[in-house]
């Protein structure tokens, strides 16, 4: 093998070995990027994060407006309200489902099976 030989070869795995260099290169570059996203990610996740803390916080003021909202005034005129309506409903019921002008309602008629 001639010497021009030797020098045509070394120059194409000199080439090749550059190539490989810069793609190696390349991708360290873009794990490097990925990884240091992921770090950005992940601090930022824990810095917007909700404590224990913060939920027992909200549990108690929510507590707060439920005892507020249950021992209400506005409550006990509901509840007073329904404890009527539900007096009429009997007395509607009781009084034999008659319609407003005394006749005898009839109840709709059931397919038979």
């Known amino acids: 093998m001639g010497l021009d030989g030797l020098r045509a070869w070394i120059g194409e795995v000199e080439r090749k070995l550059g190539i490989r260099t ?46 507020t909202v249950s021992g209400s005034a506005e409550t006990e005129a509901l509840k007073s309200e329904v404890s009527t309506l539900k007096a009429q409903v009997e007395k509607l019921e009781s009084s034999g489902g008659k319609g407003s002008s005394g006749e005898e309602q009839k109840s709709p008629q059931s397919a038979k099976p």
């Open 22 to 67: 810069k793609v190696m290169l390349a991708l360290a570059v873009i794990a490097i990027a990925v990884a240091g996203a992921g770090i950005y990610l992940a601090i930022d996740t824990r810095e917007k994060s909700v404590s224990e803390g913060d939920v027992q916080a909200l549990q108690e003021k929510l507590e707060q407006k439920i005892d």
